[in-house]
């Protein structure tokens, strides 16, 4: 009598939640499998009309621009005094472009910081292109902050050099330029007022599978999600990094907002930023742009290499887009628009939905152990329950041959086999995340504030060639 009930409870209670599950995957399922069949028509009648009458253009054939001028890049650094000097260093040496300023934003109350970028500045060549601005508030504060504060540095200079900046580009502390970026920007900044590169994860030695799980998410947004979504006709997001902004769009945002282009109270400013400037009619393009070989130009950078820091990061994320972002950004723009913010919208409830799926297994184990102890048969699942847990299963072999294709087509087949067991290691993650998130936004929503909340930074002591 003991073993029937137990098995009545987890029979019901396993089955609810399990449709639950199903349907969200289901849901979440189809969302995917719409994006891969935009991307792979648009990648099939390009290959029929466009490259059949040009040749696909790479950084070696890209054209000089029209007017070269001079650029600017943005840093903001704050307790980065373990890669700001590493990365400075690279991106002096690497960078072949003739005119251009980088900006460092720097905190009072971080000397180590500051002695880094002293340090480059003194010694290293080329080290009068870096420019260090310290505010007078202490760090931490917001990245928007701190690109506010350099925004009104290069509006100084410009004042008393009497040279206009033709585009900002945002970098991170840790990222890993190429030499071809600013080359890039300079010639398509003319036409676009945000061009963004792609971002290609490495592999931190020693952790395949937390930092590795980057790579595959990367390789699906900036292989194929982003092509999509310039594709639709949706507005583009900045990255935060290998992105350019015109300087004229940052001048029309900084009117509208008081003079300070990015939101101070904002965790996700890149992003917002990209939205608002398509907001305002502006016209934003993705570029994949090969270098040579298996190539591209495109930055790159360690990220967070255990499971707490990489929580910590993608909390903030959510953070910002899935709920701050629904709250300022709102839900304006056509049908492509809301599709796309829908999307980055949905990882909170995506994370509910894999940890229902995964309760549910779970469930389902428990009343299979209940059963053969018993000595009952396992109870069948209803015909519509089945056909769902059917076609979510196609549908997972086809996301998992999707994430295959995306990250071999980048890192290799090595890489796309461990993509595949490691789409787990992201799902925990991202569950773990979520939880994170909600309470970080309740925390503010109740008047804690929300600072900057970095993660620790690696420079690779080798650097990865182009």
Not at 113 to 119: F, G, K, L, Q, S
Not at 126 to 149: S, Y
Not at 203 to 215: D, F
């Amino acid at each position: 009598m003991l073993y029937d009930s137990a098995i009545w409870v987890c029979t019901v209670a396993s089955r609810e939640v399990l449709l639950f599950a199903a349907v969200g995957l289901l849901l979440g399922g189809l969302d995917d499998l719409l994006v891969d069949l935009i991307f792979i028509a648009r990648a099939g009648w390009r290959r029929m009309t466009v490259y059949q009458r040009h040749t696909a253009a790479t950084a070696a054939t890209l054209a000089p621009a029209d007017r070269p001028s001079r650029l600017a890049i943005f840093i903001g650094a704050w307790d980065e005094s373990g890669v700001i000097g590493a990365m400075l260093r690279a991106a002096l040496a690497r960078l072949d472009h003739a005119d251009y300023r980088i900006y460092v934003g720097v905190y009072p109350n971080d000397p180590a910081t500051i002695a880094a970028v002293r340090n480059v500045r003194a010694h290293a060549p080329g080290g009068w292109r870096v420019r260090m601005i310290c505010g007078p508030l202490a760090g931490p504060t917001t990245k928007a902050e701190a690109l506010n504060r350099l925004w009104r540095a290069l509006l100084a200079d410009e004042a008393r050099s009497g040279v206009r900046f033709k585009a900002i580009v945002l970098h991170d502390a840790e990222d890993v330029v190429h030499s071809a970026e600013l080359r890039v920007f300079d010639r398509l900044i003319e036409r676009f007022d945000l061009v963004q590169l792609p971002v290609l994860p490495l592999i931190v030695p020693g952790s395949r599978w937390v930092s590795g799980h980057y790579c595959d998410e990367f390789a699906e947004a900036h292989g194929k999600q982003l092509v999509v979504r310039e594709a639709i006709g949706a507005g583009m997001p900045s990255a935060g990094v290998g992105c350019a902004l015109s300087r004229d769009a940052v001048q029309a945002m900084a009117d509208a907002g008081g003079g300070r282009p990015f939101d101070d109270a904002s965790l996700t400013e890149d992003y917002e930023l990209g939205l608002r400037l398509a907001d305002r009619g502006g016209r934003g393009i993705f570029v994949r742009l090969p270098s040579g070989p298996r190539s591209l130009v495109a930055v790159r950078a360690y990220f967070p290499a255990t499971i707490e820091t990489a929580v910590r990061q993608k909390a903030r994320w959510m953070t910002g887009i899935a709920l701050a972002g629904w709250d300022r950004l709102g839900w304006r723009g056509g049908l492509a628009e809301r599709w796309m913010r829908l999307r980055d919208r949905r990882a909170l409830l995506a994370a509910v939905i894999l940890a229902a799926a995964y309760a549910a297994l779970l469930g389902s184990v428990l009343t299979i152990m209940l059963c053969f102890a018993a000595g009952r048969a396992y109870p069948v699942p209803s015909p519509f329950l089945a056909a769902l847990l059917t076609i979510n299963a196609v549908l997972m072999l086809w996301r998992a041959g999707m994430r295959f294709a995306m990250v071999r087509a980048v890192y290799g087949w090595r890489e796309g086999v461990r993509a595949v067991p490691r789409m787990l290691m992201g799902n925990i993650i991202a569950m773990m995340a979520a939880r994170r998130a909600v309470a970080g936004y309740l925390h503010g929503a109740r008047g804690g504030g929300m600072a900057w909340d970095k993660t620790s930074h690696v420079f690779p002591t080798a650097i990865p060639a182009e």
